[in-house]
């Protein structure tokens, strides 16, 4: 069964500060793995993913990721954080096989 | 080009009484899977359902939840008499064929069930 880990449950930041949050996943075949934000009260939006090539994914809104398949690791970056991004972040692993499983989650606060 | 449609978006019910809970998929897309958000957690996987088959149901509570997506109208969601502990987020999420590599699942705005 696969699972994932998400380091951070509560993140604080001041804005223009840089942002990483760990994602680490439990699965021995090919995974694609997703990065999904949430807006307070809103659903789930797509920020990036991955599924083969080049282990860094650039996503919306100036978020990255990089896959490192030793660690089993998909971090989210950031370089410059904004108030705007204030919202849970939630990584996924996916194996082709239907169902998603997702972290607990994230929740960024930006300070102003 | 509509998204994930899901209604109600907010619903109350009182224990003991049933809830509906609806989603149309995205268009082209034959594949819903239901999750469930309980406050300060992650989406739990409940089901997985393609056009009137039940392909996945690993995640759903033995007793009071069922789920269908018949061969036409949206897929639906019934917990029957529900308890306080069902009060969550239910987010549908649709794929046009999740055996294909590149698969993306695409998420709904979700219902907010208040049981009270």
């Known amino acids: 069964a696969q699972s994932v880990s998400q380091h951070n449950h509560h993140v604080i930041l001041s804005e223009a500060a840089s942002l990483e949050l760990g994602c680490n996943y439990s699965y021995g075949g090919t995974v694609n793995l997703f990065w999904y934000v949430q807006y307070p009260g809103q659903h789930l939006q797509l920020l990036l993913k991955?599924?083969?090539?080049?282990?860094l994914v650039k996503g919306i809104k100036g978020f990255e990721a990089e896959f490192i398949k030793s660690k089993f690791s998909f971090n989210l970056r950031k370089p410059s954080v904004q108030w705007s991004d204030t919202a849970e972040y939630f990584c996924a692993v996916n194996t082709n096989a239907g169902k998603s499983t997702f972290g607990d989650g994230t929740t960024l606060t930006v300070k102003p | 080009n509509a998204g994930v449609m899901q209604n109600p978006r907010h619903l109350v019910r009182r224990r003991g009484q049933e809830a509906r809970l609806r989603c149309s998929p995205m268009k082209g897309h034959s594949h819903v899977y239901w999750y469930r958000q309980l406050p300060e957690e992650g989406l739990k996987f409940m089901v997985y359902?393609?056009?009137?088959?039940?392909?996945?149901e690993s995640g759903m509570p033995k007793e009071r939840f069922s789920a269908e997506f018949p061969k036409e109208g949206p897929s639906i969601l019934r917990i029957q008499q529900v308890v306080r502990g069902d009060s969550a987020a239910y987010f549908c999420?649709?794929?046009?064929?999740?055996?294909?590599?590149?698969?993306?699942?695409?998420f709904g705005p979700g219902t907010r069930l208040l049981v009270l």
């Open positions: 999420a649709s794929s046009q064929n999740p055996g294909r590599t590149q698969e993306t699942q695409y």
């Open positions: 359902l393609q056009k009137e088959n039940i392909i996945d």
């Open positions: 991955y599924f083969s090539g080049d282990p």
